[in-house]
């Protein structure tokens, strides 16, 4: 028998653990736990609570940070990408989730597991196109950002 290997566990544990906080967060508060939505409207406040999402936020980072102190590599680097690259990147991101009306986490994870027709097509259109990113700038461009 094949051992699984470690990357694999900490990705399906992570896919576990993001989707109880999905469900978690739509069952006690009604809300989607789609990051980009979650950050935008703490950017537009406009006088509503945010206490549960900085909360949330803060909960996405301290994880992470949480690992990171204890050994666990979770953030990869970055090589041959220049900080004007990263910042566009970005960029792109965040007028694609506005474009899509939403992220991977909002439609992906939450909206597939409602079934929404509109999240399957655009987590198709999100991977489709992360897809077609990847292969033009680390094999048509060669890498040049």
């Not at 699984?4 to 999905?22: Q, T």
């Not at 006088?47 to 690992?67: C, E, H, I, P, T």
């Not at 900080?83 to 899509?100: D, E, P, R, S, Y």
Request: hydrophobic share 50%.
């Amino acid at each position: 028998m094949t051992a699984v290997p470690d990357e694999l566990l900490r990705a399906l544990a992570g896919g576990v653990l993001i989707g109880f906080a999905g469900i978690l967060l739509l069952l006690t508060d009604g809300k989607i736990a789609g990051v980009s939505g979650i950050m935008g409207d703490l950017l537009r406040s406009d006088g509503r609570s945010n206490d549960w999402r900085v909360a949330f936020l803060a909960g996405l980072a301290a994880g992470g940070f949480a690992l990171h102190l204890a050994g666990v590599a979770v953030f990869m680097p970055l090589e041959n990408r220049s900080f004007g690259a990263l910042i566009a990147a970005g960029l792109l991101v965040g007028f694609g989730t506005q474009l899509g009306s939403g992220c991977t986490s909002g439609h992906g994870v939450c909206g597939l597991g409602r079934f929404s027709g509109r999240s399957l097509a655009a987590t198709l259109t999100f991977m489709a196109t992360g897809a077609l990113t990847v292969y033009l700038v680390e094999h048509a461009l060669r890498g040049g950002l």
